[in-house]
Structures are given as structure tokens and as C-alpha cells.
């Protein structure tokens, strides 16, 4: 467990706050999430730009409301949106839907 201390004087402390670490199991995304939620994958471009393309055919959707010609959405269209991103290997990062 580590411990914030603020030192007031030499031998006198107090403990502003204590952090313990949890271990979090990522979730895999499941087939019937990625048939029920629009889906949309992370993904990052050889020059470092993080877009958001589509996982699931209600993922494909969700991009062509925006426009019907664009390939993903960026982290701040995606963030606007109820959806469920998932990384290359289709674990959850982030849910809106919980």
C-alpha cells in the first residue's frame, strides 16, 4: 500500500491519503454485445493520429450519421457518442452503455 505523507516539520507528518492497486481483468467483447451496441475499434495511424473506425454493422451506422464518407471518428466524436470501444484484440476500453 503506498502512502501520500506531507511533512509539516522534521518529526512531525501527516497522511493525506493512502492508494492501494487493484488488478482489473480486461473484458472481452462478446458476440452478443457486438450485435446489440454500435462497436468501434481503436485504432492508431503510422503518423501517431488515434481515430475510431467501426467494429459492428450499428458501428458502421454510427460513422455515416456523421458522414457518409469518413473512415472513423476522432477520439473527441467518439467520446460524444454512446458506444462500446474496443482495442485491436477486441478488449473493452470503454462502455457507455454501464
Known amino acids: 500500500m503506498k502512502m501520500v505523507i506531507n511533512y509539516l516539520t522534521k518529526n512531525d507528518f501527516e497522511i493525506i491519503s493512502t492508494i492501494e492497486a487493484v488488478k482489473t481483468e480486461s473484458q ?55 458506444c462500446i470501444v474496443v482495442d485491436k484484440d477486441d478488449f473493452i476500453i470503454s462502455n457507455s452503455f454501464l
Open 28 to 82: 472481452l467483447l462478446t458476440w452478443q454485445q457486438m450485435q446489440q451496441y454500435p462497436v468501434l475499434q481503436k485504432t492508431q495511424l503510422s503518423s501517431g493520429k488515434i481515430i475510431y473506425r467501426p467494429r459492428s454493422e450499428k458501428g458502421k451506422d454510427l460513422i455515416y450519421k456523421v458522414d457518409s464518407i469518413l473512415a472513423g471518428l476522432s477520439e473527441k466524436q467518439a467520446n460524444r457518442r454512446k
